[in-house]
């Protein structure tokens, strides 16, 4: 594997995320047509400049470790090898179609190591809210006042809270949070929901409806970095290289 300096690789992605970010809001602002993937899914040209900018990049700063990315098709028959960044430019398509004013929608890089999510950096420009994390230097929160460490909380005395999605909460879902008791959800799109149980505004984000591992690969970064944990349903572990990157149902986990 090539040795990665996180922090210095850190400081690189935020601006990457930061330039893709500002590429989707001029889009975002302005008037533009959607098409349609193959599953239905919507694709628009911010996620398409936002990779575009993406790819460049990183193949500058780090041109030898092969990249997954959502909207590379070809990138997706790439065999997952011990070193590998996954790539989603603007997750929560549909939540930037709304335009509702709520900004869940996120740039997303993370690196896989042997499996594991070591690093991630998930930025959701509408929001300004820059989320980044190595398993060797922790998980940051950066704002306009600089940036600050977050830890995942311990679960409140007035019970737990989860967070769910927006435009893919299922029966599944549902019951799993009636069977564990759980009474209070926030409904948010993208990964900023693993990055909400990160920096404790929530307890556990539980993912029963279809993901793709460009989808999960930063947050989960985020979230382990912050002393969680991600896993299947049955407690085992959730890891990434999968056939096809296309992921099973898991548990994001804060202290809960």
């Known amino acids: 594997m090539i ?3 996180y922090s210095e690789l850190l400081t690189e992605l935020r601006e990457v995320a930061r330039d893709a970010g500002s590429e989707i809001m001029k889009i975002y602002e302005s008037s533009f047509d959607v098409n349609y993937k193959g599953d239905g ?10 990779e575009k900018l993406i790819l460049s990049q990183l193949k500058k700063i780090i041109p030898d470790i092969p990249i997954v990315s959502e909207e590379n098709a070809s990138s997706h028959e790439l065999e997952a090898g011990n ?6 430019p603007l997750d929560g398509t549909k939540e930037f ?4 004013g709520l900004g869940s929608f996120t740039v997303n890089l993370g690196l896989i190591e042997n499996g594991i999510p070591t690093l991630g950096v998930v930025f959701a420009p509408a929001l300004n ?7 060797l230097t922790g998980a940051f929160e950066e704002s306009e006042n600089g940036f600050k460490e977050i830890k995942i909380r311990e679960v409140p005395n007035s019970g737990p809270v989860a967070v769910a999605s927006v435009s893919h909460r299922d029966e599944l879902t549902d019951n799993w949070l009636m069977d564990n008791n759980v009474k209070k959800t926030v409904s948010i799109g993208s990964s900023l929901k693993f990055c909400l149980v990160a920096c ?15 989808d999960t690969a930063a947050g989960d970064a985020v979230l382990r970095s912050a002393g969680g944990s991600v ?5 085992q572990p959730f890891s990434y290289g999968k056939q096809s990157y296309r992921n099973s149902a898991f548990i994001a986990h804060g202290n809960f």
């Open 41 to 50: 899914s919507p694709v628009t040209l911010a996620d398409q400049a936002a």
């Open 97 to 100: 179609l709304k335009k509702d």
């Open 200 to 214: 404790g505004e929530a307890d556990v984000y539980p993912r029963f409806g279809p993901t793709m591992e460009w």
């Open 129 to 135: 809210r820059m989320f980044f994390a190595s398993n």
């Open 231 to 235: 896993l299947l349903p049955n407690s």
């Open 3 to 5: 040795k990665i300096e």
């Open 83 to 88: 070193q590998f960044f996954l790539i989603d």
